[in-house]
């Protein structure tokens, strides 16, 4: 089975912390994909990497970077986290053209 | 003007329905349409793909799209509270894995 693994599931932090999400996916992937997920605005992509140690921004990058240093890993960082960023992130995968996606199952970030 | 949309719902119906769920897209680009099945705290998961227009069939379940339209379409056949989920709606251009999702309907199947 595809599985794309990420580490926290549940998260607390306080406003102005550090926050590493990492993510890990065994099926030799080249292409991951961090989004997050709100109640009414369903799925938003905020960076994606076709390649190690490649990334591009999606459609709401602001306050967040990611780190790609191995295939099977990808890490999104939130330098200095915001209440505004308390939300669903999910990690996903895929190896090529068109639009099969595997999806973790979610870190829930909750920033105090 | 978002680039998908999908009503949120949430919709409730009762076991053995048909059910219905919709969404429309604006740009005529978008060559891949696929509905993903989320349930309570887990991730997404692909349901259904579809390349360009037509209907596409896999049990109970049959996408259709309509390009001309540009309208996207999942039905559920004698639905099943098991079918109780998030469904979301996806598409993408030609060449690309770059997903754009709709806000997703919240589906609830009454036994």
């Known amino acids: 089975d595809v599985k794309v693994t990420q580490s926290s599931r549940y998260l607390v932090k306080r406003t102005g912390e550090k926050v590493f999400l990492e993510c890990v996916q065994d099926?030799?992937?080249?292409?991951m994909f961090w989004y997050r997920q709100d109640p009414g605005l369903g799925l938003r992509l905020i960076y994606f990497?076709?390649?190690?140690?490649?990334?591009e921004k999606g459609d709401i990058p602001e306050g967040y970077s990611v780190s790609r240093e191995k295939k099977e890993r990808f890490s999104l960082i939130l330098e200095s986290a915001s209440t505004n960023q308390t939300s669903m992130y999910l990690c996903?995968?895929?190896?090529?053209?068109?639009?099969?996606?595997?999806f973790g199952e979610g870190s829930r970030l909750t920033v105090l | 003007q978002k680039e998908v949309e999908q009503d949120p719902g949430p919709l409730s119906v009762p076991e053995g329905a048909i059910v219905s769920l919709n969404c429309t897209y604006s740009?005529?680009?978008?060559?891949?349409f696929m509905w993903y099945r989320q349930y309570s705290r887990k991730g997404p998961e692909l349901l259904m793909y579809?390349?360009?227009?037509g209907n596409k069939e896999d049990g109970r379940f049959t996408a259709q799209v309509d390009k001309s339209s540009k309208y996207i379409s999942l039905f559920i056949r004698d639905s099943q509270p098991s079918d109780s989920a998030t469904y979301l709606c996806?598409?993408?251009?030609?060449?690309?894995?770059?997903?754009?999702f709709g806000q997703g309907t919240r589906l609830t199947i009454n036994p």
């Open positions: 996903a995968s895929g190896s090529g053209l068109g639009g099969e996606l595997f």
């Open positions: 099926m030799d992937h080249e292409n």
């Open positions: 990497s076709y390649d190690v140690k490649m990334k």
């Open positions: 740009n005529s680009a978008f060559q891949y």
């Open positions: 579809t390349y360009s227009s």
């Open positions: 996806a598409t993408t251009i030609q060449g690309a894995q770059k997903l754009v």
